[in-house]
């Protein structure tokens, strides 16, 4: 079975500093993974995801995410905050055998940006 | 109307009523799934369906009926709902093998009294 974890439900950070937010995951077979971004009583966007090639993925919204199979881990980085990032963000991991049945959402972690 | 819709995006029902929601998703793809978001809880997966057959259910109460007419249309229908009920359900879909992102549509609001 699939699980994903997310290191600090909540993660402040100034404008204009650097955001971390950290996922690690656990799978049997190789992964697909991915990142979600929810804004206030909307639904869950692609940010972006991993799935073979490249172990750094760009995404929207100027963030990026590095696959690192040895730590089991993609976190998710920017390099300068903005106001608008202030939303919750989801780690999720998928495996590339089963249709969508081992699709795990972690926790997530709500991501403040401060003035 | 392009990605995934869902209707209503708000619902306040009685725990006598029978109500339904609706998604519609407009990206050709193959499988859907309802999941529910509740506060301070992890998203819940409640049902999946591939080419239109339900492929997972994760012991979710039978108060909850989906129904997938099309690959392109999702229901879950409603009755007899209880307060603990109450959450954000998700709509989303993907195109299933091998299983690519999930696009999600905005969510229903449901508010259980």
């Known amino acids: 079975a699939q699980s994903v974890t997310q290191l600090g439900s909540h993660v402040s950070v100034s404008e204009g500093a650097l955001v971390l937010l950290r996922c690690n995951y656990s799978?049997?077979?190789?992964?697909?993974l991915f990142w979600y971004v929810q804004y206030p009583n909307q639904g869950l966007q692609l940010l972006l995801k991993?799935?073979?090639?490249?172990?750094l993925v760009k995404g929207i919204n100027g963030f990026e995410a590095e696959f690192k199979k040895s730590e089991t881990s993609f976190h998710l980085t920017k390099p300068s905050a903005h106001m608008s990032d202030a939303a919750e963000y989801f780690c999720?991991?998928?495996?590339?055998?089963?249709?969508?049945?081992?699709?795990?959402f972690g926790p997530g972690t709500r991501l403040s940006v401060l003035p | 109307e392009t990605g995934v819709t869902q209707t209503p995006r708000h619902l306040v029902m009685g725990m006598t009523n029978k109500k339904s929601l609706k998604c519609e998703q407009h990206?050709?793809?193959?499988?859907m799934y309802w999941y529910k978001q509740s506060a301070k809880k992890p998203l819940e997966l409640m049902f999946v369906?591939?080419?239109?057959?339900?492929?997972e259910n994760n012991s979710v109460p039978s108060r909850f009926s989906p129904e997938c007419p099309n690959s392109s249309h999702l229901f879950l229908h409603l009755h007899t709902l209880q307060p603990e009920d109450s959450a954000l359900y998700l709509c989303?879909?993907?195109?299933?093998?091998?299983?690519?992102?999930?696009?999600f549509g905005p969510g229903t609001r449901l508010t259980v009294t």
């Open positions: 799978s049997s077979v190789p992964p697909y």
């Open positions: 999720a991991v998928s495996d590339q055998e089963n249709y969508g049945q081992n699709f795990v």
């Open positions: 369906y591939s080419l239109e057959e339900r492929v």
């Open positions: 991993y799935t073979t090639g490249a172990t």
């Open positions: 990206l050709g793809h193959n499988a």
């Open positions: 989303a879909s993907s195109q299933g093998h091998p299983p690519g992102a999930q696009y």
